[in-house]
């Protein structure tokens, strides 16, 4: 019969005693990754406060941890420089670090790369073409497009230009911008008629912008080319400029006017999620 020592027998009795204490290792995982969790909802309940500052107490309250726990994970970001707290107003604000990291995110993001996805999902759901623009020197030039499956579709050449005034993603810019800046487009490039639509008074183009703003998107009907209508939607940016303009084209014989409105949300919508991609705190829309 084997013998067992008593070292043996006591390594035997302590090894299980801390088998029996121990946390299984998804458990420890589990709370490694809560912990995170928590830490970057503190965070973001900094970043979203009215003056960019809170209190430990406001902060528990929101995130629903005990003090102690938001104190500790608290401590531990300000450690890594990711919050600072100010001893004398005993508030937590957003630190260097928090800004270095997300300075990274500026070196990476591209319009085109950031808005395709979205552009597609658009596609397919409104069942028409989607250009996406941008502004430059007074006028819009497209940068990419998701062509629809249909037989009669629109087709815009990545680099060509558009006038502002008479385009859908030239009103939906136009309409984000100070009315000087306008004039001043108007000014240079002037309001040259390319159909029986198209607006050639400041003051008519005025009021279409006004409206832009109160509906979120801007209408092209047939202003550009007699058969065509376009339905955009400006984007934003982390800073609230517009980098940009996204729209739906299509014949009028298949947009409709039953359709603007229907099609104006779905724009209107996805311009949002790709200003919101783009680091854009919330925005509004309008071009095509």
Request: proline residues 5%; charged residues 25%.
């Amino acid at each position: 019969m084997r013998r067992i020592s008593r070292a043996s027998a006591s390594r035997a009795s302590s090894t299980a005693k801390a088998s029996s204490t121990a946390k299984p290792a998804s458990r420890a995982s589990a709370d490694q990754v809560q912990s995170v969790i928590r830490a970057l909802e503190l965070l973001r309940r900094i970043a979203d406060a009215p003056d960019g500052r809170a209190s430990l107490t406001d902060l528990a309250q929101q995130v629903g941890l005990p003090a102690s726990t938001a104190h500790r994970l608290l401590t531990t970001l300000e450690q890594e420089r990711f919050v600072r707290f100010d001893q004398g107003g005993r508030l937590w604000s957003i630190g260097v670090q928090a800004f270095i990291t997300g300075y990274a995110f500026t070196k990476t993001r591209t319009l085109p790369g950031m808005a395709r996805p979205h552009m597609r999902l658009l596609m397919e759901k409104s069942g028409e073409t989607v250009n996406l623009a941008e502004e430059d020197e007074g006028e819009a030039v497209y940068l990419a497009q998701v062509e629809c499956q249909q037989l009669m579709r629109v087709f815009a050449r990545p680099g060509s230009r558009v006038p502002l005034h008479c385009s859908a993603v030239g009103k939906a810019m136009l309409a984000t911008m100070p009315p000087k800046e306008v004039a001043k487009i108007l000014h240079r490039h002037g309001m040259p008629r390319l159909t029986v639509k198209t607006i050639t008074d400041p003051r008519s183009l005025g009021r279409e912008l006004e409206r832009t703003r109160e509906a979120g998107y801007a209408v092209d009907d047939e202003e550009h080319a007699v058969g065509l209508r376009c339905i955009a939607a400006p984007l934003f940016d982390e800073t609230g400029d517009c980098i940009g303009a996204i729209s739906v084209s299509g014949p009028a014989a298949r947009i409709g006017e039953e359709r603007i409105a229907a099609l104006g949300a779905l724009v209107r919508e996805t311009a949002q999620a790709i200003s919101a991609e783009m680091g854009a705190a919330g925005s509004g829309g309008g071009a095509g």
